[in-house]
């Protein structure tokens, strides 16, 4: 069985990935933004492991949950899930953009990385030399072309990985609404699969699917100069650096 930790599962599709893999058996480490939605997050997921909290809109605290997670041993799967979206720019940037990336250069390397992105990120924009400067005008969307972006990187550069985005659709948890169209299930079903699947369809690095499928995706995602300068200003606001050589996976 796999040892999984999944950011923002205190509620929404965080939760319950949560709870399927629990149900399929498999060892999950829960994360939430406070000691209170992490006892919400444990009591609505009694076979999980632990729970760490964190709030990622923070640096800092993100940089310590990092090390919290890295001191309770190895991860087969690690799944950012954790988003806002209906925020501040800036609470957006942090949280969806910032997050991923310290979490993923300073936890130990998994066997598989998943990212939540979102149809939405078509419509994005990598605006680097704006996140520099200030980032008032950043969206949801173009956060969520930098998630990918993310993914595409790893996969590049971590060919010992299996990292990947992900789309859940528009589906009606706190943050989509209760009016949400899409499918439920669907959405969470394909972390679960990304995560634990040995289905050859999941052994693939560097992709961007929906309901199990491969979808299209934002062509700016695969501009290398591009993935450069995203990974160069994150550095320069976060103080960490994407470690380009890690030891291989066993």
């Known amino acids: 069985m796999a040892r999984i930790f999944i950011?923002?599962?205190?509620?929404?599709?965080?939760?319950?990935?949560?709870?399927?893999?629990?149900?399929?058996?498999?060892?999950?480490?829960?994360?939430?933004r406070n000691p209170e939605r992490g006892k919400q997050a444990i009591d609505n997921?009694?076979?999980a492991e632990t729970v760490f909290t964190a709030d990622l809109s923070d640096i800092e605290e993100t940089k310590m949950l990092a090390h919290e997670v890295n001191n309770s041993g190895a991860f087969d799967a690690i799944i950012h899930n954790a988003g806002v979206y209906?925020?501040?720019s800036k609470t957006i940037f942090a949280v969806n953009t910032l997050a991923p990336y310290i979490l993923t250069c300073l936890i130990h390397k998994p066997k598989r990385l998943i990212y939540l992105s979102s149809s939405l990120h078509l419509q994005g924009k990598p605006n680097l030399e704006e996140f520099k400067i200030n980032t008032n005008h950043l969206s949801y969307s173009d956060s969520k072309l930098h998630v990918l972006m993310l993914a595409k990187v790893i996969a590049r550069k971590w060919p010992d990985v299996y990292a990947n985005a992900?789309?859940?659709?528009?589906?009606?948890?706190r943050m989509g609404g209760k009016g949400a169209p899409d499918d439920?299930?669907?959405?969470?079903?394909?972390q679960?699969?990304?995560?634990t699947s040995d289905d050859i369809n999941t052994k693939v690095s560097?992709?961007?699917f929906h309901h199990q499928k491969e979808r299209r995706h934002n062509p700016m995602a695969d501009d290398i100069t591009l993935q450069e300068k995203f990974l160069e200003t994150c550095k320069m606001i976060t103080g960490v650096s994407f470690p380009y050589s890690q030891g291989l996976r066993s």
């Open 45 to 47: 997921v009694p076979g």
């Open 184 to 190: 439920l299930q669907k959405g969470y079903e394909t």
């Open 166 to 173: 992900m789309d859940p659709g528009w589906v009606p948890t």
């Open 206 to 208: 560097g992709r961007y």
């Open 86 to 88: 209906q925020v501040a």
């Open 192 to 195: 679960v699969w990304l995560a």
């Open 7 to 32: 950011t923002g599962s205190a509620d929404g599709l965080g939760l319950l990935a949560a709870k399927s893999l629990v149900n399929q058996g498999h060892n999950v480490v829960l994360h939430a």
